[in-house]
């Protein structure tokens, strides 16, 4: 092999070096992207009432003279994250709530509970509903629509799979007497309130919501919506009637909105629902919902989906012995056996 001196190089050749390497322009003529993110130390915190097509409305400088609502989009990097009603977020950009103005949430702050459902009980993928709630409202009426204990079992699934205490308010008792209805959740303890005829149960409800996040959930017709006009006056919340021929309420409020309740606390209305899907949820949740009942299951062998036929069930063996309330366990099961498909 022979090689070529720099006398014998061809005509036209160059000797390379690092100065002839060419870099193809960034065609959309803007700066490569970096994976450094701005820590947005000037952000502000907001709490979400409501979200609209991907616009949020933010509630800046809470509970201050400066209390106003601010109009918000989500930032590129949170376009994965879900950003519901009760979400306490970090702001950027112009938060001022002037008309026509537009901030940025950055950031979703940690969240205490979430109250989720999914489309049906064979789907696992969850719909969030709310965040930061601690209490959920289940509005039932007495009848028109006839009410659901099964749907109502599946309201209290999801509460005690997020962690949060349930309360039932019972509408339109003019009707019909809601005590047979009511009688499927008394080893519940569930504080219940019945609105009386043509009056809403306001002033028994107030210090029930007072210093609470509350979530109210409810089918179609039942007057969730009417029910939190009156608790925060001058809400105008669309209301529906029930359809004549099917029984069934047509939806009215179709989006989430959190409220200032004016004895203090939140609550937050949502669409009326006509299914609840509990996919999403684990059995185990349910169970740490009944301490005592829980207590005895840890006996039961393992897999045991305490349920009747369930063999070798620990709680079968107190209930023999006498040491359980019958109506408690039943209570447990009907919520395990709700689950379906997913126990």
Avoid at 8 to 22: I, N, Q
Avoid at 246 to 254: A, E, I, V
Avoid at 273 to 286: E, K, M, Q, T, Y
Wanted: glycine share 8%.
């Amino acid at each position: 092999m022979s090689w070529l001196s720099d006398d014998d190089e061809p005509e036209g050749f160059d000797a390379w070096d690092e100065s002839d390497v060419r870099v193809r322009p960034n065609p959309k003529g803007n700066r490569p992207r970096t994976k450094t993110r701005p820590t947005h130390d000037d952000a502000v915190e907001g709490r979400v009432l409501s979200v609209d097509r991907g616009r949020y409305s933010v509630l800046v400088d809470a509970d201050s003279p400066a209390e106003h609502a601010a109009t918000a989009t989500r930032a590129r990097e949170l376009r994965d994250q879900a950003i519901v009603t009760g979400d306490r977020v970090d702001l950027v950009g112009d938060a001022s709530g002037d008309e026509g103005t537009l901030a940025r949430i950055v950031r979703v702050r940690p969240r205490t509970t979430l109250l989720r459902r999914s489309a049906d009980d064979t789907d696992a993928v969850e719909r969030v509903i709310v965040a930061n709630a601690d209490q959920l409202l289940i509005v039932v009426a007495a009848a028109n629509p006839e009410p659901r204990p099964r749907l109502v079992d599946r309201y209290l699934v999801a509460a005690y799979d997020a962690g949060i205490q349930p309360l039932m308010v019972v509408t339109k008792t003019d009707l019909a007497d809601p005590e047979p209805f009511l009688a499927n959740f008394t080893a519940l303890d569930i504080p219940v309130v019945r609105s009386a005829p043509g009056a809403w149960p306001v002033d028994e409800l107030a210090p029930l919501l007072a210093h609470h996040t509350t979530v109210a959930v409810g089918h179609s017709g039942v007057g969730k919506s009417t029910l939190v006009n009156a608790l925060v006056p001058g809400t105008d919340r669309a209301v529906g009637v029930v359809n004549a021929v099917t029984g069934r309420g047509r939806h009215t409020s179709s989006s989430t909105l959190s409220l200032r309740v004016p004895s203090g606390g939140w609550i937050i209305d949502t669409p009326g629902v006509r299914s609840f899907g509990l996919g999403h949820v684990d059995p185990a949740n349910i169970l740490r919902g009944f301490p005592d009942l829980a207590a005895v299951a840890e006996d039961c062998p393992r897999g045991c989906t305490h349920l009747a036929d369930a063999p070798d069930c620990a709680l079968d063996d107190a209930l023999e012995r006498g040491e359980l309330d019958p109506a408690r366990v039943d209570s447990l099961r009907r919520l395990l056996s709700s689950l379906g498909s997913t126990t």
